[in-house]
């Protein structure tokens, strides 16, 4: 943990403007698709989590208890995911083969104990809602040489970033860089 550097913050340019490519992935190459989802999630990282942080203070100025609450309950589930993966070989290897399901359960828990408390809509546009978009932007976004450059030396191990310790948490770690 004590070597964990933040990558810079990427030009809007070089994310959404003019030098940005997009393209839809093709959806019957799954792990291409998901190739490109984990390179983006490491390149953009600064700006996903500067784009998220801004979407929550949003809906934080209008509803502040409940997104403490909801951001609560979120990081709760995903701590008690981590610990089940790390202390249950079944659940370690269900991590590793089904990331995605692993995503959709700890939202959808975390959803419904959230609906438990009547929290849903704040829920839904304050960390699901990030979320969605960051997902969408990582699927179309096409790498640049730049992008492939970095993941490289992000999967080598010459530099640890939050994103990646986010998804080798996520199980996703052997994806990353290749």
């Known amino acids: 943990m004590v070597d964990v550097q933040p990558p810079p913050l990427r030009s809007l340019d070089d994310f959404l403007l003019n030098s940005a490519r997009f ?3 093709d959806v019957r190459n799954l792990e291409r698709w998901n190739n490109r989802i984990i390179n983006n999630l490491l390149y953009y990282q600064t700006n996903y989590f500067a784009s998220a942080f801004a979407l929550l203070l949003l809906v ?3 509803q502040p208890f409940q997104i403490i609450l ?3 309950v979120v990081v709760l589930m995903f701590l008690g995911f981590v610990w089940a993966a790390e202390n249950k070989a079944v659940i370690r290897r269900f991590r590793r083969n089904h990331p995605s399901l692993c995503l959709v359960a700890i939202l959808g828990s975390s959803y419904l104990l959230l609906s438990v408390l009547g929290d849903v809509a704040v829920f839904l546009f304050g960390i699901a809602f990030p979320v969605l ?6 699927s179309v976004r096409l790498r640049s040489l730049k992008n492939k450059l970095e993941n490289k030396l992000e999967s080598i191990g010459l530099k640890r970033t ?4 986010l998804l080798e948490a996520l199980g996703q770690e052997q994806e990353a860089g290749s």
């Open 162 to 165: 939050p994103m990646g310790l």
């Open 23 to 25: 393209s839809a992935p």
């Open 133 to 138: 978009l960051i997902l969408i932007h990582a």
């Open 60 to 62: 934080g100025y209008f």
């Open 70 to 72: 909801g951001a609560a």
